[in-house]
């Protein structure tokens, strides 16, 4: 990890499942959000619900005026992704995958950062779904994201959010994750490199969820990064917002991903 001086810190993207499309909590994830201060958000379990569409407002107030979200109005309660942006957002048409209920879980947009933030990039918001939407979608859906990175030739670009995938034995506090998750993660690390483990270390460990039963925590969200902006990163790394009650939770059940550019 390079160390940071902020004023040399001119891009910040935070990657960050609000849960359930924030609901009560939307103030207190909006001022978190503030404090961080970010160039960019991509936020997933966003919906086109009145605490949501309070959340996205809440945003554009914050100078993070360009937004573009997969939420339907007609399915106010169906997760989608959410991405707000300091700099204007045009879509690229890169469809990466093809189930109609996967579509508001992918979105893929060039950012037109200025060159004292490092220029133009793209940005693949994602969610993965987890297992309880059927082991063959999961699947599908990361075999699709590995292929955008063989697929792309786009320059630099980054793809963030809540994967639901891990590496077994690193990544988990309990065995969950299967040969290929953890095949998958190797593939995209081999050829985008995952933020945190080029920050980190190869072998850190960190928990972005933890199960409400056992308690035992997984790192699931990731931002898997071009060659190009994986030469610029400064810092990657996992917070917990607060809202001053001690709970871990309180704002939402992940920690946020915040990578920071050079």
Known sequence: MREIDEPSARLRVVA???????GRR????????ASWAPGVVALSEFRATPPSLALASALRAQGLEYQRTTADPRLPQANALLVASRWPLRG???RAVAGPDDLRRWLLLRVAAPEAAGGPFALGAMHVPNFVSGRERKLGFLEAMLGVTRR???GPALLAGDTNTGRAGIDEQSPVFDR????????MHGRWPDAFRCA??????????????AGNGFRLDQAFLHPSMARRLLDARHEWARDGSGRRDALSDHAALLVDFA
């Open 200 to 213: 980190r270390g190869d072998e850190a460990r960190d928990y972005t969820w933890y199960s409400p039963n």
């Open 180 to 187: 290929r998750h953890h095949a998958w993660m190797e593939a």
């Open 26 to 33: 939307v103030e207190g994830i909006a001022a978190q959000l």
């Open 16 to 22: 960050w499942n609000i849960r359930a499309g924030g």
């Open 92 to 94: 690229i048409g890169l």
């Open 152 to 154: 792309w030739r786009g």
